[in-house]
């Protein structure tokens, strides 16, 4: 009985370690097999949104690892689960009406065309202040936040969904580029029937960001670089 005993343990034993062996066999055979897919699988999630986590990280990193600045940030709620919300500064750039009847947006010589302050201007509003945009008015105006964008980052900025449906439609450039640094300048327009009342400092806005695949060494250094308010377009003579 003892030997049949043994032999039985013996069995076992074996048994054991030939199923532990296959089975980690198995996963490696797995992982060699689906390495190409996990590094795919990867490079797609560095053009995906971030989240949260990933927001917080960006906005913590050292001066010397290129961090996501986004300042003042008065209320730590503005930082979702996928974008961080925008306010609306206290600057505008307001159209003055009787003072141009048409404007070429052509790419001709600026010469030739009408300068920006004869048709524009613009205006500075106290934190206390408010601003009337009438129906079928359009406005140029700026985050109260003044932004800087890793290399290793793009962004773009949309209007918040709820102010969007009381009419007010808020555009901005199809992306903000890799190493952008200024507050965005927002276009502004009331496309519905009633008069809306902005104030400065109010949730207007949210940015979202991706991350690249690649860093770029060198980032945007374009017309609109370093600004600190509204820009009037560069289409135009200023």
């Known amino acids: 009985h003892r030997l049949i005993r043994r032999q039985r343990q013996m069995c076992i034993r074996d048994s054991f370690h030939i199923t532990l062996k296959h089975h980690n066999s198995k996963n490696e055979e797995l992982y060699e097999k689906n390495?190409?897919?996990?590094?795919?699988?990867?490079?797609?999630?560095?053009?995906?949104?971030?989240?949260?986590?990933?927001?917080?990280?960006?906005?913590?990193?050292?001066?010397?690892?290129?961090?996501?600045?986004?300042?003042?940030?008065?209320?730590?709620?503005?930082?979702?689960?996928?974008?961080?919300?925008l306010r609306l500064g206290n600057s505008f750039i307001v159209l003055k009406r009787a003072k141009a009847r048409f404007l070429d947006i052509s790419t001709k010589e600026k010469d030739d065309k009408v300068n920006a302050y004869e048709f524009q201007e613009k205006i500075y509003l106290g934190i206390d202040d408010n601003l009337v945009l009438h129906?079928?008015?359009?406005?140029?105006?700026?985050?109260?936040e003044y932004i800087c964008i890793p290399l290793d980052i793009m962004a773009y900025v949309i209007g918040k969904s709820s102010i969007g449906r009381l009419g007010l439609i808020i555009a901005t450039a199809t992306h903000i580029a890799p190493g952008y640094k200024g507050t965005p300048t927002l276009e502004l327009s009331n496309i519905g029937n009633v008069p809306l009342i902005l104030h400065p400092g109010e949730l207007i806005a949210q940015i979202v960001l991706h991350r690249l695949a690649t860093p770029l060494k060198e980032g945007y250094y374009g017309n609109y670089f370093g600004s600190t308010g509204p820009e009037f377009s560069k289409y135009l003579p200023s």
């Open 135 to 144: 129906p079928n008015e359009f406005i140029l105006g700026s985050t109260l």
């Open 35 to 85: 390495k190409k897919l996990l590094q795919q699988r990867q490079t797609e999630i560095k053009g995906a949104v971030l989240g949260k986590i990933e927001l917080i990280r960006l906005m913590t990193r050292k001066i010397t690892e290129d961090p996501l600045v986004i300042m003042p940030l008065l209320d730590v709620e503005q930082i979702g689960e996928a974008s961080i919300d």
